[in-house]
């Protein structure tokens, strides 16, 4: 019986010594390349249709609470900024953007993306709808503000077309944005 043990003992040393060669013999199969990158190529269809010379003139002097398209909803969300009506302008967001500020309420999230829209679009600015774009369920409307073009994507919600601010972070929304100004740009350096 010492013999096995010492048989066994044995065997299990050449093992324990083997091991650590066995290991190295798999890690050296791999050989570190570094971080690589790829690139990933979406195509999205929309339907484009452009407004023929509508400068926006009128505004409303008070929330509406009537569904009556997306570039209504626009004309309220610039009414609400000419008036200076914070909440009014919160009505034109949608739920998922509203719960979002909330919970950054601490960094006063909503109340910065107001101020930016107030510097934007003041009493002396002029607004002209540029584009109509079905894209989905969502209809983005393109509007030059002064001389900086915009594309705010309208959600339909409970019945009412309403802004969404996570669809206007998304990669290839800024994508299309970023063409249809140089669009833009374009045509008025033409014109």
Partial sequence: ?????????????????????????????????????????????????????VVLSQFDTK???V????????????SALRKDDFDWWLTSWNQATLQDWQSKAALKKARRVYNFWRATFTKQSVAQLKDFILMGQYVLIGVQIDSEYHLLPFELENGRWRIDQAYMNAVFFQKLKERLTKEQLKVAQAG
Avoid: I
């Fill in 1 to 53: 019986m010492n013999k096995r043990l010492l048989k066994s003992m044995q065997y299990c040393c050449c093992v324990l010594l083997a091991l650590p060669m066995l290991v190295g013999a798999v890690a050296t199969r791999f050989q570190d390349q570094g971080e690589r990158t790829f690139t990933l190529v979406e195509h999205h269809k929309y339907q484009r249709m452009q407004y023929q010379d």
């Fill in 63 to 65: 929330m509406r609470d």
């Fill in 67 to 78: 569904n009556e398209g997306a570039d209504r909803q626009l004309v309220q969300f610039l």
